[in-house]
């Protein structure tokens, strides 16, 4: 059987799936698209990222394909009811990742509120910008709103009482009364409660047609004054113009975008230049760590998908 990987996967992860099938190993074909749709001709599993599109064009031309492993958690970008239409597994890396998103999370926060981190060039040139930068804030006692409550933010939600913050949190499809809010220790809030109450506003949540610009330009405006925001889950959810214009007006202390609505972010975006704005390529979820535990599980999803349960033991072993 032969797996066509068209994004960066770990080498010991392909060594084990080398153990037991054909392996084209090619992460270039995430920027070749013409090339991707032709090497899956013959592919009996496909694995992917966030950026390699599984629609309805590539399920049409691999008529083999059983199984998409995809390295992470999010799957806006595979065609779900075309795979289950045909059969073929779905296997994300769910909870591999968490780690590294929630420390992300926590390290950006922690930066963005003391503010104190974009003036290494002035202070290099001879500047001593000391009273500007003596008015950061510590996270002791200040409130944390996470807006979807799945598997990272209850991390994101530990972490941060471990700073002694208030956290609470929203999530439509968790109904207050549910046992993970008092479990974690955070309060249930509607949205629009949470975006007045929070100094800093975390999101993770998938983009679905009922959050895509759930973060509108009225809502960005509904957040507490100094506030600050941090998106590591998908582009689209925030509305980056006006993200970007509450910025620049002041209203807000800072954000960090790790997601945008269109990858690579493209050059002239009205987040160019925006004040106290962290920008980061997508990696909240890349650290060494999380690559390991991502690509092990996903090898031995689609081993298992592919040739069953006995198989996936024998590919994963030491």
């Known amino acids: 059987m032969h797996i066509v990987i068209s994004e960066f996967m770990d080498t010991p992860a392909i060594e084990a ?115 500007a930068l003596s008015q950061g804030l510590e996270a002791q006692g200040r409130t944390l709103g996470i807006v979807g409550f799945g598997g990272i933010g209850r991390l994101v939600a530990r972490l941060a009482h471990g700073l002694d913050m208030r956290v609470v949190g929203c999530d439509a499809a968790l109904p207050p009364d549910h046992p993970a809010w008092a479990e974690s220790g955070v309060a249930a809030l509607p949205l629009d409660a949470l975006l007045a109450q929070a100094d800093a506003v975390t999101l993770h949540l998938p983009l679905t047609a009922g959050t895509r610009n759930l973060l509108d330009a009225g809502r960005i405006a509904r957040l507490r004054p100094g506030a600050v925001l941090v998106n590591t889950s998908r582009g689209g959810i925030v509305d980056e113009a006006a993200l970007a214009e509450a910025l620049r007006a002041g209203r807000l202390r800072g954000a960090a975008l790790d997601v945008f609505d269109q990858e690579p972010l493209p050059a002239g975006s009205p987040l160019a230049g925006a004040p106290n704005l962290i920008l980061t390529p997508h990696i909240a979820g890349l650290t060494q760590e999380a690559n390991t535990r991502v690509s092990d599980m996903v090898a031995a999803g689609v081993t298992i998908a592919l040739t069953g349960g006995a198989a996936a033991a024998a590919a994963s072993a030491p």
Do not use: H, K, M
């Open 17 to 131: 799936l080398r153990q037991r099938f054909d392996v084209r190993y090619a992460p270039d074909l995430v920027e070749q698209r013409d090339a991707l749709l032709q090497a899956v001709g013959d592919a009996d599993g496909l694995i992917v990222r966030n950026r390699s599109q599984v629609d309805a064009a590539l399920l049409e031309a691999a008529p083999r394909l059983r199984a998409v492993g995809r390295l992470g958690v999010g799957l806006d970008n595979i065609d779900q009811a075309g795979c289950a239409a045909r059969g073929i597994a779905v296997v994300p890396a769910t909870g591999a990742n968490a780690r590294a998103v929630a420390e992300y999370v926590i390290g950006t926060t922690l930066a963005l509120l003391r503010g104190a981190y974009f003036s290494s060039e002035a202070v290099a040139a001879g500047q001593w910008p000391r009273p």
